[in-house]
């Protein structure tokens, strides 16, 4: 029994199979992209023009029934081309080796492909089925034909295939396909105005903003914006179909042992022969077994095979006993589901048509040029009110910022100012920095200190007081790690500027170490240097 590796079970993961088919784009021949483009361009121009002229045009409804025609015989044209587009990537990645007949190809994609109008729509109203409705109709594309029931059954059983990749895949390629509209989006609107900047080219999109309100415009976006995602969404479900079918037929296996080329081709021959001479030889000097032997192994073989079956690893595979009692619940289960999803969707689009009625009652609308009957407005009823609620939104927005910003400043600012009133530093404790007062505050501290007599804490005080000095010329930086002489080498790197500076906090330094952690306390005559080279050296950092 071989058994599959859990790789091939779950899958490659999503943004692998993204980047395994970006790849294989890149590597794809001219011949087979022209093969998409020259399918899906008809189309989508010819929606393009149907778009427009039923739309604006007066009389829209004598052409409504030959252009409906002509867009449905190139949708089949656009759906055959792509279906030999996809086939080509099968058949460069190894899993087809011819495609299918041009008859069958045209049957299948004209007979399956129109459901995704009526399909699709109702697996996005419900959400829960769309990814796996996508994946049916991209694989029906990928397969091809000739035979519609087993492009039918086929393109099902590998829509089911890999859930979560396929969900996840559906919805990286959404964002890749928003983040591209919303680029192509605005690109078309300043491309026009760089050019009237540049080169002074005036057109209607530069005269006037109402190009925003065409819905021609925001249709010419969207098939742009098609054009560059739909060759990726479709590389990625030719690679979940090579895969997909290489769990039974091991296509993806044989495509890397071709992709290893002619240059391995004689290792693995030579190999193989070794593998083959050195497995002959003891067999063909062997005595032969008798048949009660190799019977009695054959049935531990098979006892062997059952009970690694019967593991709970291997139970999913085997079907399940008791189905009729599940046949008859889970049914029920499913219609309950759904008739409380479409409840719930039901209700919740009745609050949006009374919300949108409400708004449309309320809010004045827009003046149009060429007459105030109404007629073709379409997407321009509704701009006003789509840019009244984006304001609201807005502002809303500003006013929370506001609030919060002004209710986190009322309630630091007084704990700041307390600690900041009720803070009485212990010159006692090593750990305390000079930048938890300011220069004044520590120079009014270290002359009460000596006034009262303590000299030692004094001397500290108005060391810190140098320090914040210092620090608030930004010719230091205060961290608690930092010693005294990491202080005066790193001030140091300015006595070229200012030498005084260097010189009077060295000395002041060497008289504070020798008081601090040592016995000498200063006389009266070094004490007034040490505050003379405090007061010099903060005259000489405000004469800068």
Not at 163 to 187: D, E, K, M, R, Y
Not at 277 to 295: K, M, N, R, T, W
């Amino acid at each position: 029994m071989i058994r599959i590796p859990k790789s091939r079970e779950k899958g490659v993961g999503a943004v692998e199979l993204l980047e395994q088919a970006t790849a294989l784009l890149r590597s794809t021949p001219l011949a087979t992209l022209a093969c998409y483009y020259l399918g899906t361009l008809p189309f989508l121009l010819g929606l393009l023009w149907f778009w427009a002229d039923m739309s604006r045009s007066a009389d829209a409804h004598l052409r409504l029934a030959g252009g409906a025609l002509a867009l449905a015989l190139l949708f089949v044209w656009m759906k055959v081309w792509q279906a030999r587009f996809a086939g080509l990537l099968l058949t460069q990645l190894g899993g087809q080796r011819q495609l299918p007949a041009l008859a069958g190809t045209i049957m299948v994609q004209a007979g399956l492909q129109p459901w995704g109008f009526i399909i699709l729509p109702l697996a996005a109203l419900l959400t829960l089925p769309l990814c796996w409705c996508f994946a049916f109709f991209q694989n029906i594309t990928v397969l091809g034909g000739p035979d519609s029931r087993s492009v039918q059954r086929k393109a099902r059983r590998l829509a089911l295939l890999w859930p979560g990749q396929n969900h996840l895949l559906v919805t990286l390629l959404a964002l890749i396909s928003l983040v591209l509209f919303i680029n192509i989006a605005l690109g078309a609107f300043f491309l026009p105005r760089l050019l009237k900047m540049l080169f002074g080219i005036e057109s209607l999109f530069t005269r006037s903003n109402l190009m925003l309100l065409n819905s021609t415009f925001w249709a010419a976006v969207a098939a742009a914006t098609h054009l560059c995602t739909d060759p990726l969404s479709k590389a990625c479900y030719v690679l979940r179909c090579h895969y997909g079918e290489s769990l039974a037929s091991g296509a993806d296996l044989r495509a890397q042992l071709k992709a290893l080329g002619d240059r391995s081709m004689p290792l693995i021959l030579a190999l193989t022969m070794a593998a083959l001479l050195g497995y002959s030889a003891p067999a063909l000097s062997a005595e032969p077994q008798p048949v009660a032997q190799l019977q009695q192994r054959a049935a531990q073989l098979d006892h062997s095979i059952e009970q690694v079956i019967a593991s709970p690893r291997f139970a999913w595979r085997l079907p399940r006993e008791g189905g009729r009692l599940e046949k008859q619940e889970l049914p029920g289960f499913l219609r309950a589901s759904l008739e409380w999803l479409q409840d719930a969707m039901t209700t919740v689009g009745g609050w949006i048509k009374h919300l949108t009625d409400w708004l449309a009652k309320k809010l004045p609308r827009p003046k149009l040029p060429g007459g105030g009957n109404g007629r073709g407005a379409g997407f321009g009823e509704y701009a006003l009110a789509l840019l009244y609620g984006l304001l609201a939104l807005l502002l809303a927005g500003a006013a929370i910022f506001a609030w919060r910003h002004l209710r986190r400043g009322n309630r630091q600012q007084p704990q700041l100012a307390t600690r900041l009133v009720t803070a009485e530093p212990d010159l006692n404790d090593e750990a305390l920095t000079a930048d938890e007062l300011s220069e004044d505050r520590w120079a009014a501290l270290a002359r009460e200190l000596l006034v009262k007599g303590d000299v030692r804490l004094g001397l500290r005080a108005m060391y810190l007081a140098t320090l914040a000095c210092l620090a608030e010329a930004r010719l230091l930086v205060i961290i608690r790690c930092k010693t005294n002489h990491d202080y005066e080498r790193e001030l140091l790197r300015f006595s070229h500027a200012m030498p005084g500076v260097s010189e009077a906090f060295s000395l002041n330094l060497r008289i504070f170490e020798g008081a601090w952690y040592g016995m000498h306390l200063p006389d009266q005559g070094t004490l007034q240097q040490y505050l003379d080279n405090h007061a010099r050296i903060r005259s000489e950092l405000r004469a800068q």
